[in-house]
Nanobody
Framework: AVQLVQSGGGSVQAGGSLRLSCTVS????????MSWYRQAPGADCELVSS???????DYADSVKGRFTISQDNAKNTLFLQMDSLKPEDTAVYYC???????????????????????WGQGTQVTVSS
C-alpha cells in the first residue's frame, strides 16, 4: 500500500524556520511529481510547491524566496525547508504524490483533497507574530 508519512512542523515565531519531511513507501517515488499543499482555516487549499521527476520546481508566489522543496531519492523522502516564516504561513501542510494537474479542493473537513493524489497525514505549522 502507498504510504506518505510526514514529520516536522510545529510552532515558531515569525522569522523562524521549520523543515517538513515526507517519507513515501509502496510507490516509485522518483517517477512522480511530488508536491506540498497547505490548508489554512477558512481559506482555500493552496499548492505551495512542486518538484517534477525531471527536477523542475515551482513555488507559489506567496512562498518564493523563502521556501525550498527538495527530495532524497535514495531515502524516498520529500522535504520542505521553510525560512523567514510569517504568521500567514500558519496552516496544515500536506505532502502529496501529485497527479491532480490542478484538480484539488478544500474538503468538507477543512483539509486539502483531490481524487487523483495520494496524501500525507498533514502536519500543523503555526507561526506567531
Amino acid at each position: 500500500a502507498v504510504q506518505l508519512v510526514q514529520s516536522g512542523g510545529g510552532s515558531v515565531q515569525a522569522g523562524g524556520s521549520l523543515r517538513l519531511s515526507c517519507t513515501v513507501s509502496g510507490f516509485p517515488f522518483d517517477d512522480e511529481e511530488m508536491s506540498w499543499y497547505r490548508q489554512a482555516p477558512g481559506a482555500d487549499c493552496e499548492l505551495v510547491s512542486s518538484i517534477s521527476p525531471d527536477g523542475s520546481i515551482d513555488y507559489a508566489d506567496s512562498v518564493k524566496g523563502r521556501f525550498t522543496i527538495s527530495q532524497d531519492n535514495a531515502k524516498n523522502t520529500l522535504f520542505l525547508q521553510m525560512d523567514s516564516l510569517k504568521p500567514e504561513d500558519t496552516a496544515v501542510y500536506y505532502c502529496a504524490i501529485d497527479r491532480s494537474e490542478g484538480r484539488f479542493y478544500r474538503s468538507i473537513d477543512d483539509s486539502c483533497a483531490s481524487d487523483f493524489n495520494h496524501w500525507g497525514q498533514g502536519t500543523q505549522v503555526t507561526v506567531s507574530s
